[in-house]
């Protein structure tokens, strides 16, 4: 192979390997309802069924770089590739329906919260199962999510969202006084918190919700003037600014804007759009909204897939100049 073959394939292979990185990583909303775990294009199309049977099930997590899909099934943990084949219980008989699963995948790590009170955490692959918190304070925590580059989970218990060092230490409390705490999730690039408080029934009303990390700065962003009087499940796409949530009685996937349309309220905003109609959502997660660097450029962002470009180009024209300086 001469220096100018072997650099122009050097090169077309980074488009490739930058390329396809792109393309898997850059497309997916997933969610479970129950039943199965399902996907769609971030504006509903193209919706198929990854997992079409589960037993009970409400945890779902993605790990586009390796090619995963992991799902909760009754007190098991499964994972399988992301065409749904070759499915494998990781972990099984865990204490009652397991609420929520979040990846730590710079960690190696999933957690996840179960019937029996407490969060749990294991290796990718399932091995070396290791208690996080233990609660005997009524009811155990419910959803999960992760700050991995701090080090701390957070979830909800109790009408109120807490937060907790992955070594079980430092529980803080952060929001209170919620009606049905449900689902929370992280902005990390943005510094926000968000979840949901489902309320009871009509009368007591529910209301999607925002604060700092610390649970300062509380915003409300959708109330019951908008229709969606229940809201549920939660998954924030920073990248592209953009909320995921479903409601408990209005079923569907929904979607909307991170902020607020300039002169409406949370009662009144009329940029909700819905996806996906007709289906009960547990649970929902973005494929690519996984930090994967803790670095100032994550990993995850298309800043991120550019600068990994340049550095495997750079690296092949270094490559190239030491070929040619090279004695015959």
Known sequence: MTPTNGILRF????????????????GKVY????????RADFDGSNIEDVIASIDTGSGVAVDVDGGYVYWTDGGDIKRAYLDGSTAETLVSGLPG?????????????MYWSDGGGDIQRANLDGSQVELVLDFVEGSGPGWIDLDV???QLYFTHAGEVRRVNFDGMGIALLVTGLVAERDVALDIHRGKLYWTDQGVGTTQQGKLQRADFDGSNVEDLIRPGTGFTNPYALAIDSTRGVLYFSDALQYGLHKAPLEIPEGQTPDNRTDIETLVTGEFVATIKVDDAVVRSCGDV???????LAAMALLIVG???AVYRL???APA
């Open 31 to 38: 969610w479970s309802n129950g039943h199965a775990v399902r």
């Open 298 to 304: 994550p990993a995850n962002s298309e800043w991120g």
């Open 323 to 325: 070929h040619r300086s």
């Open 97 to 109: 329906n397991l609420h929520d699963i979040a990846l730590d995948l710079i960690g190696g790590k």
């Open 11 to 26: 090169i077309a292979v980074t488009f490739v390997v930058v390329g396809g990185w792109h393309e898997a990583s850059a």
């Open 149 to 151: 580059c701090a080090g």
């Open 315 to 317: 690296a092949g024209i």
